[in-house]
């Protein structure tokens, strides 16, 4: 089954405690990207990918990082988390990046 | 400031009726533009898309209109039904170097059918 995967789904943590969020996907696809989701700021793009070794800024990369050593995984680093990174995380991921098929998310809550 | 603007935060329509959904950009250079379909636990799927080449896509029940000069484009359903009830995002990229250079969000549309 194509899809692409997140882990964890949920993860409560503390600030300053770094975190990895996982993102795998199955489709061969070259493109994948980071979104966050906030209540009436829509979908926000964090950063992007279009092929291994290969990232770039999305519209909010402040305080993440993020690894594309291989085509299927793209991971997102938070170094020193702080609250005001509470969100709802989507990765994505597509062969030319505009039709983009999306994880199921993870909720992130930073205490 | 934002790119790609819906306008309505919700929209409520009677099960069987049109649905409308509207989407404003600013940017000139955005050359692409989708809907994505989300419900609630759930990521958003891809429901349809546009080039800015061509004024109209059509997808079984979805239609998807493009006035460039206005910056405009729209989501049509017809006929809606109770499943449509999901909050809908538009999107626009461009193209850049053969990939789509990000994809913008609107903040969405929460199309609630009635039965």
């Known amino acids: 089954e194509a899809q692409v995967t997140q882990n964890p789904r949920y993860l409560i943590t503390v600030t300053g405690k770094k975190l990895t969020v996982t993102c795998s996907q199955n489709m061969n696809h070259e493109y994948m990207s980071w979104y966050r989701q906030d209540p009436g700021l829509g979908l926000r793009q964090i950063y992007y990918s279009m092929n291994v070794e290969v990232t770039d800024k999305g519209d909010v990369p402040e305080g993440y990082k993020v690894s594309r050593k291989e085509k299927r995984n793209f991971p997102l680093i938070l170094e020193s988390p702080s609250p005001n990174q509470t969100s709802l995380y989507f990765c994505?991921?597509?062969?030319?990046?505009?039709?983009?098929?999306f994880g199921p998310g993870t909720r992130l809550t930073v205490l | 400031d934002q790119q790609v603007k819906q306008n309505s935060p919700s929209l409520s329509v009677q099960e069987g009726r049109i649905s409308i959904l509207n989407c404003d950009y600013t940017?000139?250079?955005?050359?692409?533009f989708l809907w994505y379909k989300k419900y609630p636990a759930e990521g958003p799927t891809f429901l349809i898309s546009?080039?800015?080449?061509?004024d109209k896509n059509e997808d079984g029940r979805f239609t998807v209109f493009l006035n460039k000069s206005a910056k405009h484009l729209s989501l049509h359903i017809v006929p809606s039904q109770p499943g449509d009830s999901a909050v809908y995002f538009c999107a626009a990229s461009r193209n850049s170097g053969g990939g789509a250079d990000g994809l913008t969000f609107g903040k969405g549309t929460h199309l609630i059918i009635q039965p």
């Open positions: 994505a991921s597509s062969f030319r990046g505009h039709e983009q098929f």
């Open positions: 940017n000139s250079m955005f050359d692409y």
């Open positions: 546009i080039s800015s080449i061509k």
